[in-house]
């Protein structure tokens, strides 16, 4: 059973630093392009982070220069986040796609993870 498992959120407070991780099972994930997603209440979906197989890598305008993707291993991607804001409370996904294009747009996406609440305190 293929599965992606986010952990790291919680409660911070605006200026302070999170680090969440996605960690993947069930199959080889050599291939696939990895990235993050945030929904804050009645939004949708956002794009945030993408890193492809290679090491590429894509931020959304709103988190450059804050927030900051890598991939240890196949099956690990985090995700640094600095001098976080109130406006990126959400929840952040992880996802995984062979597909450059799915991966930034977040359609078809092969798969999804269930999410962690990132809260930042004014």
């Known amino acids: 059973q293929v599965q992606l498992v986010e952990s790291g959120g919680g409660l911070v407070q605006a200026g302070g630093s999170l680090r969440l991780s996605c960690a993947a099972s069930?199959?080889?994930?050599?291939?696939?392009?990895m990235a993050w997603f945030r929904q804050a209440p009645g939004k949708e979906r956002e794009f945030i982070a993408a890193?492809?197989?290679?090491?590429?890598n894509t931020y959304a305008d709103s988190v450059k220069g804050r927030f900051t993707i890598s991939r240890p291993s196949a099956i690990m991607v985090r995700l640094q986040m600095n001098s976080l804001k109130p406006e990126d409370t959400a929840v952040y996904y992880c996802?995984?796609?062979?597909?450059?294009?799915?991966?930034?747009?977040?359609?078809?996406?092969?798969?999804w993870g269930q999410g962690t609440q990132v809260t930042v305190s004014s």
């Open positions: 890193i492809g197989w290679s090491g590429s």
């Open positions: 996802a995984a796609d062979t597909a450059w294009d799915n991966i930034r747009t977040g359609f078809s996406i092969d798969y």
């Open positions: 069930g199959r080889t994930f050599r291939s696939y392009h």
